[in-house]
């Protein structure tokens, strides 16, 4: 069974860093394209970053400049380190990856930026 599982999230207080990391069990697949997207209270879940095997990245504008996602391909795993936080970044976010012909998710992580 693929399970995606998400760690590293909890309260910072703005301007302040974190690293997500989550990875990938049970596949018979290698990960494709890897990725995390988020969703605060109230809204719609939205992208963050994604990057594909061969390590090219893209991102959210919103996080431009401040998040940078990586991975290792030898552990599965996928990473985000977000620095200069901001109280608008606070929610749950979710990594996912590209497994054969389908996506997997983890069930999230929370992210709290205090001001």
């Known amino acids: 069974q693929v399970q995606l599982v998400e760690s590293g999230g909890g309260l910072v207080q703005a301007g302040g860093p974190l690293r997500l990391s989550c990875v990938v069990s049970g596949s018979i697949f290698s990960p494709n394209a890897m990725g995390w997207y988020r969703q605060a209270p109230g ?10 095997p061969d390590g090219r ?3 959210a504008d919103s996080v431009k400049g401040r ?19 901001k109280p608008e970044d606070t929610a749950v976010y979710y990594c996912y990856a590209s497994l054969g012909l389908m996506e997997s998710w983890g069930k999230g992580t929370l992210v709290t ?3």
């Open 113 to 115: 930026v205090s001001s």
């Open 57 to 59: 990245s893209n991102y």
């Open 67 to 85: 998040f940078t996602i990586s991975r290792d391909n030898t552990k599965n795993m996928v990473y985000l380190q977000m620095n200069s936080l």
């Open 43 to 52: 809204k719609q879940r939205e992208f963050v970053a994604r990057i594909t």
